[in-house]
């Protein structure tokens, strides 16, 4: 089991270290079920938060919809790469750390790519309070996290269906939960789960 980095300078040393396209949740292309809820959304102009944008590839397809980004990530080279490849578009790039975050809200989309999964497991309950602060009372919060029984081979902390609904019921309203991919580099797919 591949331990996950359990700093913030460790996943800056893990982005310093690594090509960002070596790294097994990189991918150019926004995931085409986030992609489908971001084009529901059609009241502009929106704020919408990246959590954990790495590379920003979902900053990049929502600031190219018209969303007014706010892209975050502990690690300041994951931000300089997403900055690169998204230097023409009107995205705030910022080092923040959700467990310990300065971002002031609300946002009316708060996006989550594979950031839950990789939290300690006993600061979930932590995160769900701090995106309620940070989302509008209207907002939609979009989360993607690797399927529980497969979590195991990438050292994340995965979810089932009913593990996503006991997590986020009782604080949001009309949960949506499907099942879905990861999608990486060269086209690789995880198996996954995503929560409206």
């Known amino acids: 089991t591949p331990a996950l980095p ?4 460790a996943w800056e040393a893990l982005y310093a270290t690594t090509s960002v396209d070596a790294l097994p949740w990189t991918t150019d292309a926004c995931d085409p079920d986030i992609a489908a809820a971001l084009a529901t959304l059609t009241d502009a102009p929106r704020r919408l938060l990246d959590l954990g944008a790495g590379a920003g590839t979902v ?8 969303f007014a980004v706010v892209a975050t990530d502990v690690s300041v080279t994951a931000l300089a790469h997403g900055r690169r490849r998204g230097a023409s578009l009107p995205i705030t790039w910022a080092r923040d750390d959700i467990l310990d975050t300065r971002v002031n809200g609300p946002f009316d989309v708060v996006v989550d790519r ?3 999964h990789v939290l300690p497991r006993e600061r979930h309950g932590e995160y769900v309070k701090t995106i309620e602060r940070l989302l509008a009372p209207s907002g939609l919060l979009i989360v993607k996290v690797h399927d529980r029984a497969g979590s195991a081979q990438w050292g994340t902390h995965g979810y089932d269906e ?12 009309d949960v949506q939960v499907a099942a879905s991919t990861l999608l990486g580099p060269k086209g690789i797919s995880r198996a996954a789960w995503l929560a409206l």
Do not use: I, K, V
Not at 162 to 173: I, K, N, V, W
């Open 114 to 116: 594979g950031c839950l």
């Open 59 to 66: 900053a990049l397809h929502a600031a190219n919809l018209g």
């Open 162 to 173: 009913a593990g996503l609904r006991a997590l986020f019921g009782p604080s949001f309203s």
């Open 6 to 9: 359990a700093s913030p300078e």
